[in-house]
């Protein structure tokens, strides 16, 4: 079968922040439907949704109650079918997010399973008796950092602890338990039935745990972790037996039906992707890796970014297929983060020709296309991420100034990426007739897609164009990769070649003019310009800040 993903352009939309049609100040799937011709128009053929699903929003439908039903405030399942159809009519196919390492503590499985020891569904969750003690079965914290710091809540009923590596409120599903498993699989061929075209696997790689949930050796860190409860990744990371659950998820599904299937890959690297992603290994399509780019990193030191790029285009040569981004919704924006803010649309330019040049499919995520930025609000009370108020509570906690911690936490927060879309400098940007359930980004005035497509400067027009071109040049596809001047620390230079062309592209990553020394090998050969982020680039002259092109050998 044609492996159509290969050769997809694929957007992330968080829908809650991403069009409001009707008024209550949240984004909803009519609000998406009505903006598939704008999709069209960028030329991604593929959408991720955040999820949809029925939820009690704690972190904002990633903790799931119904995983066949959808978010009242987004809409149903007739809008979400209209949605689909509407899509797959202008080639555009749509992946669900799927959260299978967690479940919402309202989900009725959970309900249930917290009703008696007994019960039949007590075995989909994670239970562990007290210590002898009345102390909590190990050292282990949330990632949230929510509460007490502690992956383990105590239910008095029935006296035993549950497991939660994130909110107390989304329970981890006991993926030891085959009814279980069972029942997620049907509840996957549901979806496929539905007419959605793949999933990509919230946390996939943390449905493992360490057996026998030993104590973490990791120590505690007095700021940063509350009450010595240790959030240690590689307990519930990439732990032998993971492969397991994703080979039977594979034969029992996704291989069935054919589906595309990309695994948030927490604890993957290029060192260990293989095994998940490798064809024969029959388990993932590609992995969604954070070697580039994470919730937490906050600059990408060049040489960082060859070396990463190096060794995901050997997991490539050896059959593997790898994904390129720089945000999405856990992140902080692109361009402030690894561009310049003073060069907004030429930085925004320089890095969406990052992701569309180097090997693998680009995942987009929205407000990129028009070089959005991070928001700054004055007080805590605006953020609603989990991790942003977990970490300013801890920090506040432990004795840290309330502003220092604020000041803190801004940087990193994943609201930066979640103000509502700016689609006009209108009232609330367009985004809703209401009142929008989290502050625009005071830059909407200036950062709005009406304004962005109205300018000489578009960073729309860019991503058109960078789109564009996977389809008229093979060697983005499928050319090797190779860098060159290797050590400087402003510029990449690299090639793509394949059997029919190759492609050059430089960029200068930094604020100051940079010389361009190329190589005899490049500078003998002639070029022809394909894209320029400055109108036009001369190989001969220094390039300007930020300043990024596409050339092709004659
Ligand atoms: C993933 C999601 C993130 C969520 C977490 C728990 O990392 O991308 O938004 O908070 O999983 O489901």
């Given at each position: 079968m044609h492996d159509w993903w290969k050769e997809a352009v694929v957007y992330e939309i968080y829908c809650k922040s991403?069009?409001?049609?009707?008024?209550?100040g949240i984004g909803d799937l009519a609000g998406i439907r009505s903006k598939l011709p704008m999709l069209r128009e960028l030329g991604i053929n593929c959408i991720w949704l955040a999820p949809i699903y029925?939820?009690?929003?704690?972190d904002n439908g990633y903790d799931?109650?119904?995983?066949?039903?959808?978010?009242p405030e987004y809409g149903t399942l007739s809008d979400l079918k209209a949605l689909v159809d509407a899509a797959h009519s202008m080639g555009i196919r749509i992946i669900m997010d799927m959260v299978l390492n967690h479940t919402s503590d309202r989900h009725p499985w959970f309900r249930q399973a917290k009703?008696?020891?007994?019960?039949?569904?007590?075995?989909?969750y994670i239970w562990h008796d007290p210590k002898p003690?009345?102390?909590?079965?190990?050292?282990w914290g949330n990632y949230f950092k929510e509460?007490?710091?502690?992956?383990w809540t105590f239910d008095e009923a029935t006296g035993q602890y549950y497991f939660h590596?994130?909110?107390?409120?989304m329970p981890d599903l006991n993926w030891e338990y085959a009814p279980l498993r069972r029942e997620i699989y049907e509840m996957l061929h549901w979806w496929l039935d539905f007419g959605i075209d793949g999933f990509r696997l919230d946390?996939?790689?943390?449905?493992?745990?360490?057996?026998?949930?030993p104590d973490s050796p990791q120590k505690a860190d007095?700021?940063?972790?509350?009450?010595?409860?240790?959030?240690?990744?590689a307990m519930c990371?990439?732990?032998?037996?993971?492969h397991d659950f994703i080979r039977e998820l594979n034969e029992e599904v996704f291989a069935p039906r054919g589906c595309f299937t990309v695994g948030e890959g927490a604890g993957i690297h290029a060192s260990n992707a293989l095994p998940y992603i490798?064809?024969?290994?029959?388990?993932?399509?590609?992995v969604y890796h954070?070697?580039?780019?994470?919730?937490?990193?906050?600059?990408?030191p060049i040489d960082h970014f060859r070396k990463i790029q190096r060794q995901w285009a050997e997991v490539m040569a050896r059959g593997g297929w790898a994904v390129q981004y720089l945000?999405?919704?856990?992140?902080?924006r692109q361009v402030s983060c690894y561009g310049s803010e003073g060069y907004r649309t030429r930085s925004a330019k320089l890095l969406g020709t990052l992701i569309h040049t180097t090997p693998g499919i680009p995942f987009l995520y929205q407000g990129e296309e028009i070089g959005m930025t991070n928001v700054r609000f004055?007080?805590?009370?605006d953020y609603d991420c989990c991790y942003t108020l977990g970490d300013y509570d801890t920090l506040v906690k432990n004795g840290v100034d309330p502003q220092k911690a604020l000041e803190t936490v801004i940087p990193r927060s994943r609201d930066n990426a979640r103000?509502?879309?700016?689609?006009?400098?209108?009232e609330n940007g367009g985004f809703t007739?209401?009142?929008?359930?989290m502050k625009l980004n005071p830059s909407y005035p200036e950062i709005n897609l009406e304004a962005d497509r109205a300018s000489d400067d578009s960073v729309f027009a860019f991503y058109q164009k960078l789109i564009a071109l996977r389809k008229t040049h093979p060697a983005i596809l499928q050319g090797d990769l190779e860098f060159y001047v290797?050590?400087?620390?402003q510029l990449l230079v690299y090639t793509r070649s394949c059997d029919e062309e190759t492609l050059l592209v430089v960029a200068n990553l930094s604020d100051e003019p940079a010389e361009l020394p190329l190589p005899c090998v490049l500078r003998t050969a002639r070029w022809q310009e394909v894209l320029s982020n400055c109108g036009h680039t001369n190989l001969g002259s220094p390039l300007l800040p930020w300043e990024a092109a596409i050339f092709r050998k004659h």
């Open positions: 991403f069009c409001d049609s009707d008024g209550d029925r939820s009690p929003q704690v799931v109650a119904d995983y066949r039903d959808i978010q009703s008696s020891r007994d019960n039949p569904y007590r075995s989909y003690d009345g102390s909590q079965p190990n050292n509460g007490d710091g502690s992956a590596q994130y909110s107390r409120h946390v996939i790689s943390r449905l493992k745990k360490t057996p026998g949930f007095p700021i940063t972790d509350k009450n010595g409860f240790v959030a240690d990744r990371t990439d732990v032998p037996g993971i490798a064809p024969e290994r029959r388990e993932l399509n590609s954070f070697d580039l780019s994470s919730r937490t990193r906050l600059n990408m945000s999405n919704h856990d992140s902080a004055d007080s805590i009370e103000t509502p879309y700016p689609w006009s400098g209108g007739t209401g009142k929008p359930w290797d050590s400087h620390p």
